[in-house]
């Protein structure tokens, strides 16, 4: 039986995918980085330095560790401006009604996010009570697609990980929920999450009868 639902922030409880996606493109074309569109859905649910990783690509050996603290920086004051915006209108359609459904069925709640401003983000939607534990980007040093973030999640719930099932919008955090042991349930297109347990287009399509009953 299912005793803990660790939720995905960005990409499942809300959109900030389209902020981090102006915020790496503000900075990189300051700095003449070349950076487009196509190349933003693979940052999904990476850690920012990893992304920035994989943004200068081959480019990567110009850049000294100051420069690339320096770089990772000015993206993140960005993308902190536009978050600043962010308020209770800014949940991803269906969000809500599965946080309520979870708590229907008796289970507890848990963000597990890549992000250093998950607590800013929470706190702007308004939700940050709605959590039994919350861990982001500080809680553990090796970010998805290992499985650290979600076990040290099932930990602080106080929960093994077969009881516990992780909602992601991210290949990366797939992985790190399959290498974890939990239920991973995928938002998003097949190509991107084909190797998720179960999977539904969006947010509002998770249909958590149909969850529990894979997991029997
Ligand atoms: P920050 P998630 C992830 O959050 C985002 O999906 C990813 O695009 C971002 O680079 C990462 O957080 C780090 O964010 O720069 O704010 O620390 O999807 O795991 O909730
Ligand atoms: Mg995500």
Redesign the pocket.
């Known amino acids: 039986e299912m005793e803990g639902a660790i939720l995905?922030?960005?990409?499942?409880?809300t959109d900030?995918?389209e902020f981090?996606f102006l915020s790496w493109k503000r900075m990189a074309e300051e700095e003449g980085i070349e950076f487009e569109r196509e190349d933003n859905e693979k940052?999904?649910?990476?850690?920012?330095r990893?992304?920035l990783e994989l943004i200068l690509g081959e480019r990567i050996d110009e850049f000294s560790e100051d420069e690339m603290e320096r770089l990772?920086s000015k993206?993140?004051s960005y993308?902190q401006e536009r978050i600043a915006e962010m308020d209770e209108d800014d949940m991803l359609p269906g969000a809500r009604e599965l946080m309520e459904e979870c708590r229907e069925r008796g289970m507890q709640l848990a963000?597990?996010?890549?992000?250093?401003?998950?607590r800013i983000v929470l706190e702007n939607l308004g939700i940050t009570s709605e959590f039994e534990a919350i861990s982001?980007?500080y809680s553990v040093k090796n970010p998805?697609p290992a499985p650290d973030l979600f076990l040290h999640t099932a930990d602080k719930l106080g929960l093994s990980a077969e009881k516990c099932l992780v909602v992601?919008?991210?290949e990366s955090?797939i992985d790190g929920a399959l290498k974890a042991g939990m239920m991973a349930v995928g938002v998003g297109p097949e190509d991107r999450l084909d190797h998720a347990h179960i999977r539904f287009d969006s947010v509002e399509d998770v249909d958590l009868d149909e969850i529990i009953e894979r997991d029997e």
């Open positions: 995905d922030l960005d990409g499942v409880i900030t995918a981090h940052l999904r649910g990476l850690s920012r990893h992304s990772m993206k993140n993308y963000i597990a996010s890549a992000s250093k401003n998950a982001d980007g998805k992601e919008d991210a955090g």
